[in-house]
């Protein structure tokens, strides 16, 4: 079992940052980070594996970066120039498989977050 506890969520305007934390009672093979707006599918915004190689949805790619620190057990996302189209709920998830080299949907992942709040208002 892996516990995964997120923070960092919040309100910011467009154009901000904000950076989401992810706590984990301990690192899989491949680390991500979702998020799901209302009425819309879960989505992969970025990946990490055990190498460090990492992987980002193109709607992301250049503003938002995935990164860890081992020696404080999180896992981090990096969101800068936010849009309004950025708003959902992020979730962090992990898997002992494989992260590959494309991005990967939900039913890949066995462990999640309880997910947090981002909101950006224009």
């Known amino acids: 079992q892996v516990q995964l506890v997120e923070s960092g969520g919040g309100s910011v305007q467009a154009g901000g940052s904000l950076r989401l934390s992810c706590v984990v009672s301990r690192f899989t093979a491949c680390m991500g980070w979702f998020r799901q707006a209302p009425g819309k599918e879960r989505e992969e915004v970025a990946h990490?594996?055990?190498?460090?190689?990492?992987l980002s949805a193109d709607s992301v790619k250049g503003r938002f970066t995935i990164s860890k620190d081992n020696d404080k057990a999180s896992l981090y996302l990096q969101m800068n120039t936010v849009k309004p189209e950025d708003t959902a709920l992020y979730y962090c998830a992990a898997t002992e498989r494989w992260c590959g080299l494309n991005p990967r949907t939900s039913p890949w992942y066995s462990y999640w977050g309880q997910g947090i709040q981002v909101t950006v208002s224009s």
């Open positions: 990490l594996d055990r190498d460090g190689d990492t």
